[in-house]
Structures are given as C-alpha cells and as structure tokens.
C-alpha cells in the first residue's frame, strides 16, 4: 500500500465541516466593503521578489526570515506573496490607476510565510484588505476605521474588540526620533533581549514593540516619538481622533504601537482582543503614503488594513459565536423506488429553478426508506421530500421536519415550490 502524502507543515485544509463559517465571514466582509462603494482587486500568487524587498524592507522580519522565495526556469527570483499591499501598489501603478486618482479596493486570498506554526497563525492562511489611494486628509482614515467597526458589528464582535491607536509622523520626523531612540538604546544595550539589541541600528522603532518585559519597563524613560512631531502631523492626527469620536468610535492612544513594514507613516492602528492569549491583533493597517512612488510610481498618499482570516474564524469559534451558521441544506429529496427516482430529480430541479437560494440536495445511490432518512438527517436539512409510489400516483409531495415538532404534511406538487418558500424564510 503507498504511503499517503500529508500536508504540508502550516498549510491547512479547510474541511466541510469549517467552511460554513469561513464562508459567512467572507459574506460578511463583502457585504461591509460594497455597502461603502470599495471595488474589488485580485493579484497573483507569485510576484517578482524585488517587489516585497523595495516594500516591506530587507532589514524586517519577513523578508529576512519568512518569505517563500525560489528561482524559476528563467533564473528570476519569485516570491510566494506575504502580504497585499505591495502587490496592490504594484498593480496600480502597472495599469494606470493611482495617479492623480481615488481608489477605494478591497482584496482576499490566501498568502505564505514561513513562520513557527500555531493556532490562527499559519504558513499559508487568508488575508482580507482594503486600501485607498490618493486621499491625504484624516477623514478617509477615520472611514477605513469605521468601515473595520462595521465587521465587527456585523460579526457580532463589537464587545470583544478594541482599538489602539498611534501616528508615526513623516519620513524627517521618523529619522530624527530614530537617532534619539538609538542614542536611548545603546546607553542600555546591556538590558535589551537578543532581538532588540538585533533592531537596535536595523529597525529600531520595532523595538518599541517589543514582547520582553524587562525591555518594556526600559520604554519607560526612552524618549517619545510625539515630541519629534512637526504641526501638520500631530493637526492629521488630533483631526482623526476628532472624527473617530463623533461617529462613537472608542479608542486607546498607544504610543508603542508601531507597525511591522517599513512603509507606514503617520496613521497606524490595531483591533485587539484579549480571547485569543497571544494572537491579541486581530486586523492591522495605517498610512502608507511614500509606498507608491518607493515602487516606481507618483507621490501617491494611501492607507489602509490587512486582517486573517483564520484569526477572526478562530474568535468566532472561541466565543462561540458561529452557531447562527445556516445548514448546508434546506430540503433533502428522497426517492422511495426506482420508478420515483425520475420524478424526485424533476421536482429538485424545479425548486431550484424556482427558489435560487434554497439549498436543495437529491438523495443518490438507493437504498430503503430509513437509510433515505438518515442521510437526510445527516445533511442537516430542516425538511426531507419524500417521493414514494402513492405520492407519485396522486401527484403530491410529503414534506416532513427533520428539526423540531412539526407534522409531516402532503402537499400538492404544483403548490410546493410557494408552501416552501412560505415554511423556509
């Protein structure tokens, strides 16, 4: 007998037994995007590794350790995609879309890096993002962050998430606090962990993100990235606030809050929970706004937010959450009889002819009257359609509940498709 072959390591099958939840999720998460006029974007799997270099940074975690990079036949350098911003920007700028233009996208689908696996982080899992070009002022920052509240609302989360919320200022600004933190840093090198003192000269703001307690009572006394803050940076971000207020949007004010990718400037925000221990970010994002032209385009201001999929599956899960899932199954048609079998066919075909959106499954392969019923209870419909001899012959269907009390009830074959439509709203 051959072997079997496994998944790879951090790769997951999503099973049908799971899917019924991601897909309420992804519902949910284009039905929010529509409902503020955002249109789709989808990008390739593989870009050129050059792209997430020049993006991301050479000196981050990801491209250093994460990304899933080889040579192709042609001997250029591909990378499986760790994130969608980059491959956006790229796309706008190949095909013409962020100059001088408003673009409000959104995109989903499946990215790689190769990281330690563990529960809702995964080497191949599925990110959700929206991003918007050619708008500077904070108001569109404030609707991204309204447009993230509305997930939530939606998801029923609203009450096991909050908001965090930090500016980094501009390029000149960044560059002058980072000397100060450096200066800050080496007067304690000897108290920082081994990543720390790593970020230290590389990408010393990720310091300040550090997991290390002892590193983060150092923080204490380190000098503050708001006193190196021009006018127009800290007028950006009171008028965010400002906004977040009056639409009710509560928040938290995290002056240690930064974000993993060099790209980020002004604006950057978490959603966090405390139900799922360590994995506490649940949806990231900011200000990107030297990204585009950094890729090869226009000065082009942008923001935006990235959130996985897994993880928001997972909270759902661990809260218990996802019981309100639709069945798979509306009605489960059974034939009782080789010569009902044609009619039970017709009769499926003709509900869903009739009714799109009832979920109709046809009983196949035979079998007697107790089989038929317990696959039809297994597909968790809520009503079996039974077709048998003396149906047939007074040209009726029995409709019977799987779920609850009810009684089965014979309905005349040309009344059915309006009966189910009024039984199952």
Request: negative net charge.
């Given at each position: 007998?051959?072997?079997?072959?496994?998944?790879?390591?951090?790769?997951?099958?999503?099973?049908?037994?799971?899917?019924?939840?991601?897909?309420?999720?992804?519902?949910?998460?284009?039905?929010?995007?529509?409902?503020?006029?955002?249109?789709?974007?989808?990008?390739?799997?593989?870009?050129?590794?050059?792209?997430?270099?020049?993006?991301?940074?050479?000196?981050?975690?990801?491209?250093?350790?994460?990304?899933?990079?080889?040579?192709?036949?042609?001997?250029?350098?591909?990378?499986?995609?760790?994130?969608?911003?980059?491959?956006?920007?790229?796309?706008?700028?190949?095909?013409?879309?962020?100059?001088?233009?408003?673009?409000?996208?959104?995109?989903?689908?499946?990215?790689?890096?190769?990281?330690?696996?563990?529960?809702?982080?995964?080497?191949?899992?599925?990110?959700?993002?929206?991003?918007?070009?050619?708008?500077?002022?904070?108001?569109?920052?404030?609707?991204?962050?309204?447009?993230?509240?509305?997930?939530?609302?939606?998801?029923?989360?609203?009450?096991?998430?909050?908001?965090?919320?930090?500016?980094?200022?501009?390029?000149?600004?960044?560059?002058?606090?980072?000397?100060?933190?450096?200066?800050?840093?080496?007067?304690?090198?000897?108290?920082?962990?081994?990543?720390?003192?790593?970020?230290?000269?590389?990408?010393?703001?990720?310091?300040?993100?550090?997991?290390?307690?002892?590193?983060?009572?150092?923080?204490?006394?380190?000098?503050?990235?708001?006193?190196?803050?021009?006018?127009?940076?800290?007028?950006?971000?009171?008028?965010?606030?400002?906004?977040?207020?009056?639409?009710?949007?509560?928040?938290?004010?995290?002056?240690?809050?930064?974000?993993?990718?060099?790209?980020?400037?002004?604006?950057?925000?978490?959603?966090?929970?405390?139900?799922?221990?360590?994995?506490?970010?649940?949806?990231?994002?900011?200000?990107?706004?030297?990204?585009?032209?950094?890729?090869?385009?226009?000065?082009?201001?942008?923001?935006?937010?990235?959130?996985?999929?897994?993880?928001?599956?997972?909270?759902?899960?661990?809260?218990?959450?996802?019981?309100?899932?639709?069945?798979?199954?509306?009605?489960?048609?059974?034939?009782?009889?080789?010569?009902c079998v044609i009619e039970a066919m017709k009769i499926a075909q003709e509900l869903r002819e009739k009714l799109p959106k009832l979920k109709?499954?046809?009983?196949?392969?035979?079998?007697?009257?107790?089989?038929?019923?317990?696959?039809?209870?297994?597909?968790?419909?809520?009503?079996?359609?039974?077709?048998?001899?003396?149906?047939?012959?007074?040209?009726?269907?029995?409709?019977?509940?799987?779920?609850?009390?009810?009684?089965?009830?014979?309905?005349?074959?040309?009344?059915?498709?309006?009966?189910?439509?009024?039984?199952?709203?």
């Amino acid at each position: 007998m051959a072997k079997q072959i496994q998944a790879i390591r951090g790769m997951n099958d999503i099973l049908p037994t799971q899917s019924p939840v991601w897909q309420k999720v992804e519902a949910v998460l284009r039905a929010s995007v529509a409902s503020f006029g955002y249109s789709e974007i989808r990008t390739p799997i593989v870009e050129n590794t050059d792209l997430f270099k020049r993006s991301i940074g050479e000196v981050t975690d990801i491209v250093e350790k994460e990304m899933y990079t080889f040579a192709d036949r042609n001997g250029d350098s591909l990378t499986l995609r760790p994130e969608g911003t980059a491959s956006t920007v790229r796309a706008g700028n190949e095909h013409g879309l962020l100059y001088n233009q408003e673009q409000r996208l959104w995109y989903m689908g499946p990215m790689f890096r190769h990281e330690r696996p563990q529960k809702g982080r995964y080497r191949q899992f599925h990110q959700f993002g929206v991003e918007v070009y050619g708008i500077k002022s904070a108001d569109i920052d404030a609707e991204v962050l309204m447009l993230s509240a509305s997930l939530w609302q939606k998801l029923g989360l609203t009450e096991h998430v909050s908001l965090e919320l930090n500016t980094l200022g501009d390029s000149d600004e960044r560059a002058a606090y980072r000397e100060a933190l450096v200066a800050f840093l080496e007067q304690h090198k000897d108290k920082l962990d081994e990543d720390s003192q790593r970020r230290m000269y590389s990408n010393p703001l990720r310091v300040l993100d550090s997991k290390d307690q002892q590193v983060q009572a150092l923080l204490a006394d380190a000098p503050a990235l708001m006193d190196y803050l021009g006018e127009d940076s800290k007028a950006h971000f009171a008028r965010l606030c400002e906004l977040l207020e009056a639409v009710g949007i509560q928040y938290r004010v995290n002056p240690r809050l930064v974000r993993g990718l060099d790209y980020y400037n002004r604006t950057v925000f978490e959603w966090v929970t405390d139900s799922l221990g360590a994995q506490g970010t649940v949806l990231a994002g900011g200000r990107y706004d030297g990204l585009v032209s950094q890729l090869g385009g226009k000065e082009t201001p942008a923001v935006g937010f990235a959130m996985g999929l897994e993880r928001i599956v997972l909270l759902l899960e661990t809260l218990e959450l996802n019981a309100d899932v639709a069945a798979e199954v509306d009605v489960y048609v059974t034939a009782m009889g080789d010569d009902c079998v044609i009619e039970a066919m017709k009769i499926a075909q003709e509900l869903r002819e009739k009714l799109p959106k009832l979920k109709v499954m046809s009983h196949c392969g035979g079998g007697n009257f107790k089989k038929q019923m317990k696959r039809a209870d297994k597909s968790g419909a809520g009503f079996a359609l039974i077709i048998g001899e003396t149906e047939l012959a007074n040209n009726k269907v029995a409709v019977k509940p799987l779920r609850g009390d009810g009684a089965q009830q014979d309905v005349e074959r040309q009344a059915l498709a309006d009966y189910l439509a009024e039984l199952i709203k």
